[in-house]
């Protein structure tokens, strides 16, 4: 209704990036500057611009019934982009304080969550917090890689406390490098400043309150 979207075959209905002035803003992109949406059948299934991506993507053979549903303009299933924009609006409402997620979700996933709401009527999300990677020898933590760590088993060998030191002690779009020594210097500066706490509550707990009033 908005002229911001198109069908194209039965079921498949595409983003129009054109037809939205703000597309690219969220990261500081120009149109012509842009890396081609990651849709491999795009063109196949008429898709006018190749920056244009799937809102909704027809039932495809071989895949389960129950991973499709009915709509105006044919059978099918949401984009990637439209799920994250749909479960915003159910439990966060058209306006929304904060986003987050990992730096490597920026473009094209983030960009394009961000036009097709707005684009639909939403205010969507205030501000966007993009967080830096914990890595392993260089690489992105990751459960396809293999190369992630349970928190379970992190618990085993450091208390709560150091854990969550650990991964908030740097900037948050500043990557942590995890390496066999990162819970061993987490505890040791958590005990640091667990003794100096100690040590204060000791000396001020033999401070009158008038005392603390005079030094003020």
């Excluded at 037809?19 to 006018?48: C, F, H, I, M």
């Excluded at 799937?54 to 389960?64: D, Y």
């Excluded at 914990?134 to 396809?144: A, D, F, R, Y």
Aim: charged residues 25%; glycine residues 10%; contains cysteine.
């Amino acid at each position: 209704e908005r002229g911001h979207a198109y069908t194209t075959t039965p079921g498949n209905a595409f983003f129009d990036v054109q037809s939205w002035a703000e597309y690219g803003s969220l990261t500081n992109q120009r149109p012509e500057d842009l890396t081609v949406a990651a849709d491999s059948d795009g063109d196949e299934l008429g898709k006018r611009n190749p920056h244009d991506f799937a809102l909704w993507k027809a039932s495809r053979p071989g895949e389960p019934e129950t991973a499709s549903w009915p709509t105006p303009f044919g059978r099918g299933r949401p984009g990637w982009h439209l799920e994250c924009s749909a479960m915003a609006r159910r439990y966060l409402g058209s306006a929304f304080d904060i986003h987050g997620g990992g730096l490597d979700l920026r473009f094209p996933h983030h960009e394009n969550e961000q036009a097709q709401s707005r684009a639909a009527g939403d205010e969507f999300a205030g501000l966007w917090m993009h967080s830096a990677w914990v890595t392993q020898g260089g690489t992105k933590m990751s459960k396809s890689l293999g190369n992630g760590l349970l928190v379970t088993e992190l618990l085993a060998r450091a208390r709560a406390v150091v854990v969550r030191y650990a991964l908030t002690a740097v900037q948050y779009r500043s990557m942590i490098e995890w390496s066999e020594d990162t819970l061993a210097d987490a505890e040791a500066t958590w005990a640091r400043l667990e003794g100096f706490v100690e040590r204060a509550c000791e000396h001020v707990s033999t401070v009158t309150d008038d005392e603390v009033r005079t030094a003020e």
